[in-house]
């Protein structure tokens, strides 16, 4: 099967990927950043608001590790996307095949563009949001998640006001698309970082888990892929997770044998998909596509110590 037919999904109700998408253009006006406010959704994904074809708007969940953007089927159906094609996505739990339409005259703040591949998935599998918003409406830009003013700021570094106020900023490698952090351990151990606003939770591989087999487990945890399957796995507390200079101590991790482990390649070796969870754990973060770094804005305490060591505190 050809690579425009195969779409993979990173994590349940996250990522998409495709190579058939169209490069997101600039803002109209390079100066002005898009400010747009952010909604959380049941699930406390990031969500933020698209027009198509001049309606909406829309609740699309900004997600940082798909590759293609997605549409739920009930609003696919209200615009009348009904050239529709079928290509085979690739979930956490599954492999289906689905529907995919193209989205002409899509708007995100003052940007037009089209979105050529599209896949289409039943609105309760995405969280309820309208669909899903991926790199290839962010590509070239980079994204701001400001959890302090819950807002997202969608445009170039320099209108963002480049690095300013950032503690920490770490290089990051690109594959198909992916941004993948490589200066980072878990437990101690080398391991390759995705940061993923889709998920809600962190997810690690198999690789990964055999290298953990000593850390404390929390028993076992139910995730629901973007195909509506579920898929149960153990649940490991991660002892510390460091990336560059920060210190994130007790993220739990659901540990999987996913396929899209291996379509990025990530399946020999250790690696994590960072969720939004952790994120929240930061004042500031920003993903800059163009420059290929993720920026961490730490919270006033912990900028006054030596040592930058958040911890996650959960039940």
């Known amino acids: 099967m050809s690579w425009p037919q195969l779409l993979s999904m990173l994590v349940a109700t996250a990522v998409a990927t495709t190579a058939n998408t169209s490069p997101s253009p600039l803002p109209a006006d390079p100066a002005q950043p898009e400010h747009i406010a952010l909604e959380n959704e049941r699930n ?19 997600d940082t590790g798909a590759q ?5 089927s009930a609003l696919a159906d209200r615009l009348g996307l009904t050239e529709r094609k079928q290509a085979m996505l690739v979930g ?3 492999t289906e095949s689905v529907e995919t339409a193209e989205i002409a005259d899509f708007g995100l703040g003052s940007r037009q563009f089209d979105i050529r ?6 609105a309760e599998n995405l969280g309820g949001a309208d669909g899903i918003l991926g790199l290839d409406s962010l590509q070239d830009q980079r994204v701001l998640i400001d959890f302090v003013q819950n807002k997202i700021l969608v445009a170039d570094a320099r209108t963002l006001g480049g690095n300013r106020g950032y503690e920490i900023i770490v290089k990051a490698r690109r594959k198909l698309g992916q941004l993948i952090i490589t200066n980072a351990r878990v437990n101690g151990i080398d391991t390759d970082v995705i940061i993923d606003t889709g998920s809600q939770g962190s997810v690690g591989n198999m690789a990964l888990l055999d290298r953990l087999r000593q850390a404390a487990g929390l028993g076992q945890d139910t995730m629901t892929d973007v195909n509506g399957k579920e898929l ?11 990336i560059d200079d920060i210190t994130l101590n007790s ?15 990530l399946d020999k070796a250790p690696a994590l998909i960072l969720g939004i969870n952790e994120l929240k754990l930061f004042r500031r973060v920003a993903i800059d596509f ?8 730490l919270p006033s305490d912990v900028r006054e110590n030596d040592d930058a060591v958040l ?3 959960f039940s």
């Not at 293609?68 to 739920?72: E, I, L, Y």
């Open 290 to 297: 163009d420059k290929r770094q993720v920026l961490f804005d």
């Open 251 to 265: 993220i739990p991790i659901l540990f999987a044998d996913a396929p899209p482990f291996k379509a990025l390649g």
């Open 68 to 72: 293609a953007t997605v549409v739920s």
């Open 44 to 62: 406390d994904r990031v969500t933020v608001p698209v027009t198509i074809k001049g309606t909406g708007p829309y609740q699309f969940m900004v």
């Open 117 to 122: 591949v599209a896949p289409i998935l039943p």
């Open 232 to 242: 149960t796995a153990a649940v490991k507390i991660g002892r510390t997770v460091q």
């Open 311 to 313: 911890t996650r505190v």
């Open 92 to 94: 956490l739990a599954s």
